[in-house]
Structure formats: structure tokens, C-alpha cells
């Protein structure tokens, strides 16, 4: 059976300061096509248009112009609140800082939101628990982000990325604070998710090296997506 796309964007345009002297365009007709259960990986140096592009693919941003649809959901069509609930449930984050909550233990960071999505206590607690052991963090459930080395860290951000089953899981650069070895658990980690539980995953890097562990790799370069190279060995 053939996978159905869950990430299909047509000629997305962004631009800044729209209408004004200074009007600047990120990105200039993007097209992309995600099939569901993909690795792929967008690679390109800073200022090629990554990190706006990230932020449409998660909802975080509008395009300018285009049309883009996220498993289903017609993007531009889609009210803030509705925006806010397909980033909650469609998708997992996962960023180089880790962007955990200060003086907040590992169970409650991954069980925040399950919270938002209104899933009762004792079913969040269940499945905080479950994704830590998941990411090898069962004996730091108590210990709060000041007292996790930074692949530990990483590791609780996964599980929380993870904790609404969403679509997709999105990484920027999400072994860029790490060492090699750290990054390297890190990465296994992301192989297990998408090869034995079909996550669709979709890694923003500028480290080429990480990028050919992926299905695909398409290139970044001054608002343009180019076209995709094929890794058989990982496709």
C-alpha cells in the first residue's frame, strides 16, 4: 500500500513587512511532499530560508501565499485556534536548546501537553512515564532540567514531542548543543521513533553528516528548495 503524502506544500511565498518599502521574500515558491512514515532532512547554511520554512511546516508561522496541507488540514484555512490545537496534537517539536520548563521535573515537562490536549491526570502520568522509559529517563522522572546533562535534556524533549502521538516530529538542529556521542544517542533514538513506531520525522540541520542517515535530503539555498537526493541505503 502506498504511504499518502502528510506534508504537502505548493508554491508557499514568505515575505516581511509586506507592502512596505523594505518588503523582503524568505522564500520563493516552495514545493514539498512528505510521505507518511519518511526521514528526511533539510540541510542548507544559516540564512537559507530553514527556519522559516520550519516554522510553516509547524504551524508556527502563515505563509505569505501558496497552500499547504499537514495530515489533512488545509493550513491556510485554519483559524489561530485551530493552528494552535494541530501544533498541540500534529506535531512534535524538538529544538537545539531543548526548550524544557525551568523548575519543572522531567514527568511533568513531557506530561504538559497531554495537559493542553485535556487528557485526564492519571492517563498523562501513565504516558509521561511510558515515553521516558521510551528515551532511556526512567530513573530521572524527579530531576529537573538544572540537574540533566544536556543529551538527558534532548532526551525529555523527545518524550514530550512525542506525548500527543502527533503526525509528525519536527527537529532543528536537535543535536547541535551536543557532543558526538551525546548527538549520536540522540540520533538513534530519532531511527528507532520513525523505524518501529512510523513516525514521520523531518530534521533541519546544516550537518550534511547527520543528514545522510535520512531517506532524503533536500537542500536549502537562498529561499529555493532543491531537489531531493535519495539515499537508498536509508529510504
Known amino acids: 500500500m502506498m504511504s ?17 518599502p523594505n518588503e523582503l521574500e524568505i522564500l520563493h ?6 510521505l507518511e512514515g519518511e526521514f528526511i532532512a533539510i540541510v542548507g547554511a544559516s540564512g ?12 508556527l508561522d ?13 493550513i491556510e484555512e485554519a483559524d489561530d485556534e485551530e493552528l ?15 526548550n524544557l520548563i525551568p523548575r519543572t521535573n522531567a514527568l511533568k515537562n513531557v506530561e504538559l501537553p497531554m495537559m493542553y490536549a485535556g487528557i485526564p491526570y492519571r492517563e498523562r502520568i501513565a504516558r509521561s512515564r511510558e515515553l521516558l522509559e521510551l528515551v532511556e529517563m526512567s530513573d530521572r522522572v524527579n530531576h529537573q532540567p ?17 506525548a500527543n502521538d502527533p503526525s509528525i516530529l519536527l527537529a532543528d538542529e536537535p543535536t547541535g548543543a551536543l557532543d558526538s556521542k551525546t548527538g549520536r544517542l540522540v540520533m538513534n533514538l530519532f531511527h528507532t521513533l520513525n523505524r518501529d513506531f512510523g513516525k514521520t520525522i523531518v530534521l533541519i540541520t546544516h550537518n550534511e553528516k547527520l543528514a545522510k542517515e535520512t531517506g532524503r535530503i533536500l537542500t536549502m539555498h537562498d529561499g529555493y528548495l532543491y531537489k531531493a537526493e535519495v539515499n537508498d541505503e536509508h529510504s
Not at 494552535?84 to 517539536?93: C, D, L, P
Open 4 to 20: 499518502k503524502p502528510i506534508i504537502k506544500m505548493n508554491a508557499i511565498v514568505k515575505r516581511f513587512y509586506v507592502g512596505e
Open 29 to 34: 515558491g516552495i514545493d514539498l511532499e512528505v
Open 84 to 98: 494552535s490545537a494541530i501544533r498541540n496534537r500534529k506535531v512534535g517539536f524538538v529544538f537545539q536548546n531543548f
Open 146 to 162: 538544572t540537574e540533566l546533562s544536556g543529551g538527558q535534556m534532548q532526551r525529555v524533549a523527545i518524550a514530550r514531542a512525542m
Open 62 to 74: 502563515r505563509a505569505t501565499s501558496g497552500s499547504y496541507m499537514l495530515d489533512g488540514t488545509v
Open 48 to 59: 537559507s530560508g530553514k527556519s522559516t520554512l520550519m516554522n510553516i511546516i509547524g504551524a
